[in-house]
C-alpha cells in the first residue's frame, strides 16, 4: 500500500512540478491527434456520403405484363431470399405514371391522350453494399433475365463503375493517409514526451542512487504520460468537436457549397475510442521507452551532460 | 565488510581505472582513499554501489558477489548503502526533509514514518528550522548536511562518500568531518574518497593510497596515525 501511495505522489508531485512542460506537450499531442481524428472524421462522413450514394445504386427489372398480382408476391419473396439483395421494392404501372407525371412538372400535358398503362410495372432492387459492383451487378442481372418474369434489367453501369473506383481510391487512401499520419503522430508525441522525461533525469538518478527500483521509478512517470496522453487525446476530441460544430452550423454559409456539410456527423464510438487509446498508449509507452535507457544505462546522462550544449544530442541512441 | 579480489576496471582499452585491486574493509572501519585526480578513488566507490561493474575479478559487500546481481539486488543493497557526494545530489524541487524522507520512503518506510525520522535527522544535524527550505535556499555546508541525513535515514551499516567537503568552505568541512566521526562512533562503516587527506587523517582508522588505478599504500588496521604521503 505504502508503495502505491509513493508512486500517487510522485506522479501527483511530478505533474505539479512540471506542469508547464506537462501541458505544453499534451496541447502537442491534442495537435498532432487532431489532425489525424480529422482524418477519420473525414474518412467517416465520405463513407457515409458514399453509402448515401451506393443506395441509389438499383437494379431495375420490369415486369412482363402477364405477371399476375399473386405471381408477384411470390416472386418478390423469392428475390428477397437472395444473398446480394438488401430490399426490392415494386412500382406498379399506375405509380410509375404518377412518377412520369411528376418528372415531367410542368411539361405534364405532354402525355395527353397517351393511355395510364403505357409504363411498365417494375421492381426495384437494391444490392447489398458488398455487392454494389459492376461484377456483382453484371451476374445478378444476367441471372434475372433468364426469368421470364422480367422484359428488361437496367442498372446505371457507368455509375457502377465510377462508384467502384472511389470505393476503392478510398480504401486505399485510408491506409495511405492514415499510415503517414499515424507515423507522424508517432514521432512527434514520442519525441515531445522523451524531451520532457529527459528533464527529470536528475530525479531518476537520484531515486537509482537511494536504492528505487526499476518499476518504482518508471510508475510514476508512466502515469504522468498516461494523464498527459488522455488529456492530448481529450484536447484533440474537444477541438474535432468544435471544428464539427462550426461546420454543423455553418455560420459563413458554406453548405450552399458543398451541401454535404450540413449532414455532417461526428465521429462514432470506435473511432473516439481509437484517439483515446492512441493518446494513452503513446503517451505511456514513450515515457516508458525513454526512460527505461536512463534507466539502464548512465551512459545516456553522462552524455547528457558532456554535451549539454547541442540538446539534441543528449536524445538516446537510435531514438 | 567489503572485499575486492584482483579487480580490474577498464572503461575503455586504453583506460585502466582500476588495475588489479585486491582490497579488504573491515566492519567499523573509515577508510579514507586518496589518491591524484583519476587516481581510482570515485571507481571504487562506485563499485562498491554497484554503478561500474568490474572488467574482471570481484568486488563482495557483507558476502555477496557484485558481479552477478540483477537491477533488484544492486536496488536492495543500495538501500543498505549511504551515498554522499560532492554535489549533494538533492532534488531541487524537494524541501530538505522530503529529499530524507525520499530515500526512507524508496526503502519501503510508510510517509509519515519516513517524515519523522526525517525531522528527527534534521533536529540531530541542527537543521530543524531549515527543514521545509528547498535545496537552492540552503547554504553548501546546510545541503550537505542534509545529504548526509538522507544517508543515514534507513540506518545504513556502510556510508560511502565520494569527496564530501569537496565544494564546502573550511567550517563546514570540519561540521562534515565532525558528523563522520559521529557516525563512526556508531559502528558504521565509512569509506570516503577525498583529496583532503589532512583533514580526514583525524578521523580515519585507515588510509588507502591509490595511484593510476593501483593501491601503492595503505596504512592497514593500525589507525591513520604516522602515515605519511
Known amino acids: 500500500m505504502s508503495a502505491m501511495g509513493f508512486v500517487a505522489r510522485r506522479a501527483g508531485h511530478g505533474l505539479r512540478q512540471a506542469f508547464g512542460t506537462f501541458l505544453l506537450t499534451a496541447f502537442v499531442v491534442a495537435l498532432t491527434l487532431g489532425v489525424f481524428g480529422g482524418f477519420l472524421l473525414l474518412q467517416l462522413n465520405l463513407e457515409i456520403l458514399l453509402r448515401g450514394w451506393g443506395d441509389r445504386l438499383q437494379l431495375t427489372a420490369y415486369l412482363s405484363p402477364t405477371v399476375s398480382a399473386a405471381d408477384l408476391d411470390a416472386l418478390l419473396a423469392k428475390l428477397k431470399s437472395y444473398p446480394e439483395i438488401e430490399r426490392v421494392s415494386h412500382t406498379s404501372q399506375e405509380q410509375a405514371w404518377r412518377d412520369f407525371q411528376a418528372a415531367l412538372g410542368p411539361q405534364t400535358g405532354l402525355l395527353d391522350g397517351l393511355p395510364r398503362n403505357v409504363l411498365p410495372a417494375s421492381i426495384e432492387i437494391t444490392l447489398r453494399p458488398e455487392f454494389r459492383d459492376s461484377a456483382a451487378m453484371e451476374q445478378l442481372t444476367e441471372r434475372l433475365k433468364k426469368q421470364k418474369d422480367f422484359t428488361q434489367i437496367d442498372y446505371p453501369q457507368q455509375w457502377v463503375e465510377r462508384f467502384g473506383l472511389v470505393v476503392a481510391a478510398l480504401q486505399w487512401l485510408k491506409w495511405l493517409v492514415g499510415g503517414v499520419l499515424f507515423l507522424a503522430l508517432f514521432f512527434i508525441v514520442t519525441r515531445m514526451v522523451k524531451l520532457a522525461v529527459l528533464g527529470r533525469r536528475q530525479e531518476i538518478e537520484v531515486m537509482q542512487l537511494v536504492g528505487a527500483t526499476e518499476t518504482l521509478i518508471l510508475a510514476p512517470l508512466a502515469i504522468e504520460g498516461f494523464v498527459q496522453g488522455l488529456l492530448g487525446a481529450g484536447g484533440a476530441l474537444a477541438i474535432l468537436f468544435g471544428v464539427y460544430r462550426l461546420l454543423r452550423e455553418d455560420p459563413a454559409g458554406l453548405s450552399g457549397l458543398v451541401p454535404a456539410l450540413s449532414r455532417i456527423e461526428y465521429l462514432d464510438g470506435p473511432s473516439i475510442a481509437l484517439i483515446l487509446s492512441i493518446g494513452v498508449i503513446l503517451g505511456m509507452s514513450a515515457s516508458l521507452f525513454a526512460l527505461r535507457g536512463m534507466v539502464r544505462s548512465w551512459k545516456v546522462y553522462r552524455r547528457a551532460r558532456c554535451s549539454s550544449r547541442f540538446c539534441w544530442s543528449w536524445l538516446p541512441a537510435g531514438s | ?229
Not at chain 2, 579488504?24 to 554501489?49: P, Q, R
Not at chain 2, 565544494?167 to 574518497?193: E, G, P
Not at chain 2, 585507515?206 to 596504512?219: N, T
Open chain 2, 1 to 229: 565488510m567489503i572485499q575486492f579480489q584482483h579487480v580490474v576496471k577498464r572503461y575503455t582499452p586504453a583506460v585502466c581505472a582500476l588495475d588489479d585491486v585486491n582490497l579488504e574493509i573491515h566492519k567499523g572501519e573509515l577508510v579514507l582513499l586518496s589518491g591524484a585526480n583519476g587516481a581510482g578513488k570515485s571507481t571504487l566507490l562506485k563499485l562498491i554501489y554497484r554503478e561500474e561493474e568490474p572488467s574482471s575479478g570481484n568486488v563482495l559487500v557483507e558476502g555477496q558477489n557484485l558481479k552477478s546481481i540483477d537491477g533488484r539486488a544492486v536496488a536492495r543493497l543500495r538501500r543498505r548503502v549511504g551515498l554522499v557526494f560532492q554535489e549533494f545530489k538533492l532534488l531541487a524541487n524537494l524541501s530538505a526533509w522530503e529529499n530524507i524522507a525520499l530515500a526512507a520512503e524508496v526503502a519501503g518506510a510508510p510517509r509519515n514514518s519516513a517524515r519523522d525520522r526525517a525531522l528527527r535527522l534534521l533536529r540531530d544535524l541542527g537543521l530543524e528550522s531549515r527543514r521545509n527550505a528547498k535545496p537552492s535556499s540552503l547554504s553548501s555546508g546546510e545541503q550537505q548536511r542534509v545529504a548526509i541525513a538522507r544517508a543515514l535515514v534507513n540506518r545504513p551499516k556502510l556510508i560511502l562518500a565520494d569527496e564530501p567537503t569537496g565544494n564546502l568552505d573550511d567550517a563546514a568541512a570540519c561540521d562534515t568531518l565532525r558528523l563522520f566521526k559521529d557516525i563512526r562512533q556508531q559502528d558504521t562503516t565509512i569509506v570516503v574518497a577525498s583529496h583532503a587527506v589532512d583533514l580526514f587523517n583525524e578521523i580515519a582508522t585507515r588510509v588507502v593510497q591509490l595511484e593510476h588505478g593501483r593501491i601503492v599504500a595503505d596504512s592497514g588496521g593500525g589507525g591513520a596515525a604516522g602515515w605519511q604521503l
